[in-house]
């Protein structure tokens, strides 16, 4: 059993047009829904809404890594999910993955 048999991988359409900076709402074939940013970094992915009160955070702010809700302003690095500033919960962060030319996102079984 290797690492990537702990998630179960969904394909991820849409995402190579993000550039630096750009965010995007994606729903999945399972209907969940998913935030894929774009940083220095590469491409991560999270939940779409803050853990604090459902605000979609597509409408927040990504500077860097640091994602910002637009309702109460929580923060969170996007690389790792860690709560920063005043946020007291940290993001779900999903896994990704390239293979056969497409991403993949994870989630954990
Ligand atoms: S709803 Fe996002 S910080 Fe409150």
Not at 83 to 102: M, N, Y
Request: include cysteine; aromatic fraction near 8%.
């Amino acid at each position: 059993m290797t690492a990537s048999d702990d998630f179960a991988w969904e394909p991820l359409d849409d995402v190579d047009d993000l550039e630096v900076g750009d965010r995007r709402e994606l729903s999945l074939a399972s209907g969940k829904l998913v935030l894929v940013m774009r940083t220095e970094t590469g491409l991560h992915a999270s939940c779409a809404d803050c853990p604090h009160q459902d605000t979609p955070l597509a409408e927040g702010m990504l500077d860097g890594s640091v994602l910002t809700c637009p309702l109460h302003f929580w923060q969170w690095d996007v690389t790792t999910g860690e709560p920063l500033g005043v946020a007291e919960l940290p993001l779900e962060i999903f896994e990704l993955k390239q293979e056969d030319g497409r991403w993949w996102i994870g989630m954990r079984r």
